[in-house]
């Protein structure tokens, strides 16, 4: 079973949040580039990326073994 590592919220305006939650799932984000790739702005908690970005990178998360809170 797959563990839950994100955090992925979508929202109505064209963005999204997105938070690793877990060790290993901050190493991936950070291993990968994701912040260069994908993030477009930060708050406090979140990274704030492109809602069109959403599906590829929940699918590179998704195949990595990792998953979404729901």
Known sequence: MNSK???YTS???GTAFIRPITAR???FWKENE???KYVIDNTED???IKSVN???LCTKIRDS???FTS
């Open 46 to 48: 979140y990274y704030i």
């Open 65 to 67: 073994g990792m998953d």
């Open 5 to 7: 590592d994100f955090v």
């Open 54 to 56: 959403g599906p590829e």
């Open 11 to 13: 929202k109505n305006d």
């Open 34 to 36: 994701f912040t260069r």
């Open 25 to 27: 799932a901050e190493t």
